[in-house]
T-cell receptor, first 117, second 110 residues
């Protein structure tokens, strides 16, 4: 597709429940990124993929967060046993590959709003 | 870990004035710099990027880069109320990732 598609747009979960978010990158983009934005504050990088492979997971909380990008499927971000502080907008973004450190435009999806009550 | 700093604002300017948004970065080796605009409740959208020292103009927007001072700015001429948004400065990291600044909230007053 021509845009990064994220679903669902809104998700409400009780504390301790599981939340799963999906992202379809722009066709032809081999990099996928997940960011967390809490209360309109700064973006926190979570994880990136190069195709199906984890490229950088330095921002990923280890205990409850997991992510996958499988062939022919949307990428997913899953939070087990959600906590109140997980309430945030989760943005997915994608980009074409480029030289290391030189950067390339990343395109964002509309975000998935997770509310943990 | 690269760091990107911005004044969180809010920065208020009257309609028609020039809005000046500033960003500093920690890694002297950074090569490219991106400005994104984020309206409240929306996703960030790219405004422009700059690679070379000096100015780059695109319509009412001008990006200015000074690598010696590790400073990049975004000027918005003839500011409009529709420019009211949060402006994010972003610097590519070594792993294809972007490091975002905290954003500056701009308010253009009619």
């Amino acid at each position: 597709g021509e845009e990064v598609a994220q679903t669902p747009k809104h998700l409400v979960r009780g504390e301790g429940q599981k939340a799963k978010l999906y992202c379809a990158p722009i066709k032809g983009h081999s990099y996928v990124f997940w960011y967390q934005q809490v209360l309109k504050n700064e973006f926190k990088f979570l994880i990136s993929f190069q195709n199906e492979n984890v490229f950088d997971e330095t921002g990923m909380p280890k205990e409850r967060f997991s992510a996958k990008c499988l062939p022919n499927s949307p990428c997913s971000l899953e939070i087990q046993a959600t906590k109140l502080e997980d309430s945030a907008v989760y943005f997915c973004a994608s980009s074409r590959p480029t030289g290391r450190g030189s950067g390339n435009t990343i395109y964002f999806g509309e975000g998935s709003w997770l509310t943990v009550v | 870990q690269k760091e990107v700093e911005q004044n969180s604002g809010p920065l208020s300017v009257p309609e028609g004035a020039i809005a000046s948004l500033n960003c500093t970065y920690s890694d002297r080796g950074s090569q490219s710099f991106f400005w994104y605009r984020q309206y409240s409740g929306k996703s960030p959208e790219l405004i422009m990027f700059i690679y070379s020292n000096g100015d780059k103009e695109d319509g009412r927007f001008t990006a200015q880069l000074n690598k010696a001072s590790q400073y990049v700015s975004l000027l918005i001429r003839d500011s409009q109320p529709s420019d009211s948004a949060t402006y994010l400065c972003a610097v590519p990291d070594y792993g294809q990732n972007f490091v975002f600044g905290p954003g500056t909230r701009l308010s253009v007053l009619p």
